[in-house]
């Protein structure tokens, strides 16, 4: 019987290869997205998952609470990592950990270096009770004891000491440099994870070596006030302590030690080990965000329903076709289930050809978008779940796109199927009327995709080219060593100065754009009362002005002179100032001393262009130089600029590894996460018009054949082509406006929303929204008028002749 | 065998009721071959459908054998038209994709024949109608006298005790209608009640009682 079902199905397949392929071309990218986000999903929930007694661990998060303003860090004051063992019921073992980002690693011993790395960290050994490893070499029990000692992990091992046996790199000392230098004697190598892990650190020192108190302070471990995103405290809770049973014991630690807290309040929150992922804090090389999985989700779930919309439609439609085979099965004796059930195998086998064919379109998809997904992601097509996902999704789908249309065929009355009588031709019509509604909801979806990417990339387009007040193209920069000193700093910048394709070079605490902001309090003598506001510092140096080209409105220049700095418009304009002049020479008092007025600067956009300016000081503080901009002169050949910089670089700073960033393309990623939603939505309004478009195409072709005949009777009768045309495709043009109408304010409210992200950005574009809804208008007309013209175009005998 | 009593059929228009049927009493015998004659429209097919249980609106009381039609549960019902009734169309109704063989076939798939079983029955069947060597063709690489050969082999494949003809010689031209007609009655003499609708008044003479309807009404029977 099951054999009998699925050899009807394939001949019914072969013969119909228009509907055929057009049911396995939609079905298949709807599966192959879906594929695609099942797997990032499940990619993002195989994080930590393999911790034994893993739903007893959790990271303690510290959270502010100033009334309106509530903030939530990963991290945990340190004296709480020091009391939380004792004072904290129920809990077995207490870890932690303090996240280094770039340190300098080396062998002092065999003069080795290895360069700025990360996955450098402090640990105590209660961390590795919390989050036990296994251990190559060294005493699990002792290590990390004492200061100065480091575990290593086998992929450190690998780097430091290749070919070397393990037990002789016991005892080893190796260097680290972050600001500090440590030195430490190697007591242990674990293996690293092999499952997906945040938990990327392969160094880890002892966290006693900055337990001593004159290190304390600099690590930020020292007070309850200070909180210190490096600094996190894992602890795993006994057997059957509940998560509120712990909270209550987390508030009372907090009631004790911030009692007397003048402004806010600060408690201590849970974080379970299986949220790790979603947060930050540690290193953050490997999160997700849930808002971008919701995101996918969305999107994946919007173009399977029109995959499935379409495939509804198009068989519903379609079942008037099959209605005299339903027919004949009935007198001979089938039931209804029996039909159904034969329906549904054949749907189950497109199904099955589309997910082969999705299968190889996700794998396109996933080449197309690789950088966008998180390092490391694969798609093991063979892996047990994946294999489980295609079964029962096929089977799903199946269901779901097969059941109503089966449900139709399988309900025509045998004696009228026979008759090739049309089913409720005169009443109401329910299939025409869903079939029609399901068109306009596909048009509809494709309509918002579409203006919406359509605005979001003229808005992008209209950031590009908006000035933003500085020369951004010939410049390059790059980050010094931190901490490592002025008179470096200043080297570097005079044997730059000197190169021949250099313009100028300029030191300073950060690009003249940057994602990082200083803000301080500033205090203005205006009209003998003194203003105080916030505003932007930015720390700079004298050649500031001329390598990124901003233009000076009042005033001179800062000298070498510290006590002088520079203000732009915006500080004008917020303190009430009307004329640039009047402000020169007077002292503000910003930074522990007053510093005197000798300039005011265009206003320029130091930050992504989704904000404002905001009121600004120039000042000087040259033992915080941490970045070097160089603007190079015109015609040049930059990679031998590049080359040169960078040799003077290490010329100077020897052990380190750094490269020149272009200015340009750093502002450009202020904006990356637009642009690469506008790829995504692209990318889905493409196939969202696609599946429509093949939707329509579809029923087209099926209309047509319905109505050969009142276009062949219309024709007889003396109507023209035009004519013919007309009358069929206003039916449509009813339709994409009647989408367009619906889709009008979602997308109005989507645009909004976006553009309301911007400072800086365009008018509602209504003039868009038009040409989306004309686009695919025309889609439409092309697809159906296609169609017709072939219908139109017949001999009108030959058709009616079969009649 | 089969016995209809007051059977009423209409169409609800706006303002009257137009009878399709009206008071039909019928009796049909076992191992009757009766033939329903008259002009189109006069309700030849509908009572035929409704004969066959594919219509189920209509007025009025069926029996067949000793049960009630009307009364019966769905399943019930559903099992009788399996294992009593066979049909046979003016356009033979076949299934396009599937081959002679597996036309003959689906009758008994239906009936959950077990798989030997089958063979046997469809190869009897290829046998008696001659057409073992096209069983492998679809339906439209035959002529119209084969189709409805296969029609009715695939009618009598699940052994009915009743085969309903509507028009069955209707698209055939008159050899091929005459053919069509011996194997009726050999059927016949083999103990199938069948019961024809047909223009044809020659194709009655292969019967043994004809009944004539005129405007949904029994207008004569008699016996030949």
């Known amino acids: 019987m099951l054999k009998n079902y699925f050899k009807i199905a394939w001949r019914n397949l072969l013969r119909n290869k228009l509907r055929t392929a057009i049911h396995i071309l939609g079905l298949s990218l709807g599966i192959a997205i879906c594929f695609l986000i099942f797997n990032i999903v499940w990619h993002a929930y195989s994080f930590d998952n393999f911790h034994p007694d893993k739903e007893r661990i959790y990271r303690i998060i510290t959270e502010n609470d100033y009334g309106e303003m509530k903030y939530s860090y990963p991290a945990a004051p340190g004296p709480l990592g020091e009391v939380l063992g004792e004072e904290l019921a129920g809990i077995e073992e207490v870890g932690r950990l303090y996240t280094l980002g770039q340190t300098h690693a080396s062998i002092p011993e065999e003069n080795k270096n290895f360069g700025r790395k990360n996955y450098i960290s402090f640990a105590d050994p209660g961390f590795f009770k919390v989050l036990p490893r296994t251990w190559l070499a060294g005493n699990p029990e002792t290590a990390l004891q004492e200061p100065n000692q480091v575990v290593i992990s086998e992929k450190s091992l690998n780097t430091y000491f290749p070919n070397q046996p393990l037990d002789q790199v016991l005892g080893k000392e190796l260097r680290y440099v972050d600001a500090d230098t440590i030195m430490a004697t190697i007591v242990g190598v674990i293996q690293d994870y092999d499952e997906n892990t945040d938990f990327i650190f392969q160094d880890f020192i002892s966290f006693s070596t900055i337990k001593k108190n004159e290190k304390e302070d600099w690590y930020g471990l020292h007070s309850w006030t200070n909180i210190n995103s490096s600094s996190q405290v894992f602890f795993k809770s006994g057997n059957g302590i509940s998560a509120s049973n712990l909270q209550e014991g987390l508030n009372a630690i907090a009631g004790k030690y911030y009692a007397d807290e003048e402004e ?13 992922h979603f947060s930050y804090g540690l290193l953050d090389e490997t999160g997700a965000s849930k808002e971008l999985i919701k995101g996918l989700l969305i999107v994946g779930a919007i173009i399977l329903i029109l995959a499935c919309l379409n495939f509804i439609n198009l068989e519903t439609a379609q079942a008037i076709s099959r209605a005299k085979e339903v027919g004949i099965r009935k007198t001979l004796g089938g039931n209804k289930f029996q039909l159904m059930f034969q329906f549904l195998a054949e749907t189950y086998l497109l199904v099955l050809g589309a997910t ?6 996700s794998d396109l998809i996933l080449k197309t978008f690789q950088s966008y997904l998180p390092d490391g992601f694969t798609m093991p097509y063979l892996a047990g779940y994946n294999l489980i996902f295609i079964v029962l999704f096929g089977v799903l789908l199946t269901l779901v796109s097969g059941i109503y249309p089966s449900l139709v065929l399988a309900n025509y009355q045998p004696q009228r199927a026979l008759k090739g009588e049309k089913m409720g031709s005169a009443k109401f019509s329910f299939g025409a009327f869903l079939r029609k509604n399901l068109t306009v909801l596909q048009f509809t979806v494709s309509m918002v995709f579409l203006i919406l990417v359509m605005v979001i990339g003229s808005q992008l387009k209209y950031i590009s080219s908006q000035p933003v007040g500085f020369e951004k193209d010939a410049v390059v920069y790059a980050y ?14 005079s044997q730059v100065t000197q190169m021949s394709f250099v313009e100028g070079a300029s030191l300073g605490g950060d690009a003249i754009s940057s994602n990082g902001i200083w803000t301080s309090d500033v205090k203005v003598p205006v009209d003998s009362a003194e203003m105080e506001f916030f505003t932007q510092v930015k720390n700079v140096d004298s050649s500031f002005v001329q390598v990124n080209g901003v233009e000076l409105l009042a005033g001179r220049n800062l000298t070498q002179n510290q006590t002088e700095v520079l203000v732009n418009e915006r500080f004008l304009k917020e303190a009430g100032i009307n004329s640039a002049q009047e402000i020169l020479g007077s002292f503000i008092t910003i930074g522990g001393g007053p510093k005197s007025v000798v300039g005011v600067m265009k206003d320029f956009n130091s930050r992504s262009l989704k904000e404002e300016i905001l009121p600004m000081v120039f000042l000087q503080n040259p033992d915080y130089y941490n970045v070097i901009s160089v603007k190079l002169g015109k015609g040049i050949n930059l990679e031998t600029a590049l080359l040169g910089l960078r040799e003077s670089y290490t010329s100077v700073y020897p052990f380190e590894e750094i490269d020149f960033k272009f200015l340009d393309e750093e502002i450009a990623k202020f904006y990356e996460e637009d642009q690469r939603i506008r790829n995504i939505l692209g990318f889905s309004s493409m196939i969202a018009i696609l599946i429509s478009g093949m939707g329509l195409f579809g029923l087209s072709s099926f209309t047509i054949s319905q109505r050969l005949k009142e276009i062949s009777v219309r024709k007889i009768l003396g109507a023209s082509i035009a004519q013919i045309l007309g009358l069929i495709s206003k039916e449509y043009v009813m339709l994409v406006s009647i989408s367009f109408l619906l889709a009008a304010y979602p997308t109005y409210w989507l645009a909004k929303e976006f553009l309301e992200s911007y400072s800086y950005r365009i008018d509602m574009p209504y003039l868009q929204f038009l040409m ?10 092309g697809i159906v008028g296609a169609h017709f013209w072939v219908a139109a175009k017949s001999n009108p005998a030959e058709i009616l002749k079969d009649e | 065998m089969i016995q209809l009593k007051e ?5 609800e228009s706006r303002f009257q009721r137009i009878f399709i049927l009206k008071g039909i009493n019928l009796t049909i015998q076992q191992g009757e071959f009766l033939t329903l004659m008259g002009p189109s429209g006069a309700g030849k ?3 035929l459908n409704i004969i066959g249980m594919l219509d189920e609106d209509y007025d009025g009381e069926y029996f067949f054998g000793e049960k009630n039609i009307r009364k019966m549960k769905d399943k019930e019902r559903s099992n009788l038209h399996k294992s009593e009734f066979g049909y046979i169309f003016q356009a033979y109704h076949l299934i396009d994709e599937l081959t002679v063989y597996e036309n003959i076939e689906t009758p008994l798939l239906y009936r959950n024949v077990a798989s030997s079983e089958r063979k046997s ?19 439209a690489q035959l002529s119209g006298g084969q189709q409805q050969l296969v029609g009715i082999a695939r009618a009598v494949a699940g052994r009915p005790s009743l085969l309903l003809a509507d028009e069955p010689t209707g698209n055939l031209h008159s050899t091929q209608a005459k053919e069509i007609m011996e194997v009726f009655q050999e059927l016949h003499k083999e103990g199938t009640t069948i019961i024809q609708a047909t223009h044809a008044r020659e194709n009655a003479d292969y019967g043994t009682r004809l009944i004539n309807l005129l405007d949904g009404k029994i207008e004569s029977d008699e016996q030949l």
Do not use: H, W
Request: with cysteine; aromatic share 10%; hydrophobic share 55%.
């Open chain 1, 772 to 781: 989306g809804g004309l686009a695919l208008l025309v889609l439409c007309i």
């Open chain 2, 121 to 139: 029955i469809i190869a009897d069947l290829l046998d008696r109608f001659n057409m073992v060597a096209k069983k492998d063709l679809f339906p």
């Open chain 1, 356 to 361: 082969l064919l999705g299968l190889v379109f």
């Open chain 2, 45 to 47: 097919s509908t009572l």
């Open chain 1, 264 to 276: 806010g309040s600060t408690s201590f929150g849970l974080e379970p080990l299986s949220e790790l």
């Open chain 2, 7 to 11: 059977i009423d059929k209409y169409i």
């Open chain 1, 480 to 493: 010094l060593p931190f901490m490592a000193g002025f008179e470096k700093a200043s080297l570097l910048q």
